[in-house]
């Protein structure tokens, strides 16, 4: 033995990437053996700054400044380069920060309604020509016809359902609930006619009231609103757990 130590290093670091073109953080992993001229190519591929415009700063996992990785024939292993820490690339290419993502610094095209009708190459224009859409007015005409059928039915189903009523709930997708009507008719949230319902078991949405108004009251998360063809009446009692026995 003679007393001598032997540090291994990981050959693969992970670090954490920062730039002056994105307000983006990410992860990446980097092998130590590589060149800062190889690391910046590399970087080219995250970043999108050319490697020829990089200046890199290395932090620490605390985010404090270390030192500047300006050799580009050193290897990358050869910095303090600990995994959590973190690598900002300024870019020199003259690239302002935001300018692919702020929306508001895009020059916009503008074209009047009255002169966007009278192209012949325009989306409107093809979508006139194809019958496609809004412009499809037989089409329109049967989903127009199709949604009066389905108030309509609604009307009639709703019309059948009294407050007070027992009733079985079977929203596809969902279980099937079992509770007691509380409120029919139409409502201020969303057009139509609704049937508010106090459920047996906590299996609603809310107390009875909605965007602040009140249409019936129950405990919280008992009440829910569901639309009329979904409400079945009839003779379903409360469920009996067995709390009275012994």
């Known amino acids: 033995m003679d007393g001598s130590v032997t ?4 050959p693969i670091v992970s670090v954490r990437v920062t730039s002056t073109v994105s307000s983006f953080e990410v992860n990446r992993r980097f092998n130590r053996g590589i060149t800062i001229a190889e690391f910046k190519s590399k970087l080219e591929l995250i970043v999108g700054t050319p490697a020829s415009c990089m200046d890199l700063d290395l932090f620490s996992s605390s985010d404090k400044f270390l030192q500047k990785l ?17 690598i900002h690339v300024t870019d020199r290419s003259g690239t302002q920060s935001g300018e692919f993502t702020d929306l508001s610094k895009v020059e916009k095209f503008e074209i009047s309604d009255e002169a966007y009708e009278k192209r012949a190459d325009s989306i ?37 359902i009294a407050v007070g009523n027992r009733c079985k709930v079977q929203v596809p997708g969902q279980a099937t609930k079992i509770g007691t009507v509380m409120y029919v008719g139409t409502a201020d949230f969303k057009p139509g006619y609704w049937v508010g319902v106090k459920y047996d078991e906590p299996l609603g949405k809310h107390d009875g009231s909605v965007n602040g108004k009140r249409y019936f009251e129950c405990e919280p998360k008992y009440g829910a609103f569901v ?3 979904t409400v079945t009446v009839g003779d379903f009692p409360e469920e009996d757990y067995g709390l009275d026995e012994m």
Do not use: W
């Not at 540090?7 to 990981?10: D, F, K, Y």
């Not at 300006?70 to 973190?86: F, P």
């Open 70 to 86: 300006d050799n580009n024939e050193a290897l990358l292993g050869s910095y303090h380069v600990d995994d959590d820490c973190r």
């Open 7 to 10: 540090i291994i290093t990981n």
């Open 124 to 160: 409107r224009n093809f979508k006139k020509n194809m019958k496609l859409g809004r412009f499809n007015e037989e089409e329109r005409a049967k989903q127009e016809e199709a949604v009066a059928k389905k108030e309509e039915e609604e009307k009639v189903a709703a019309e059948a």
């Open 227 to 229: 639309k009329p063809l």
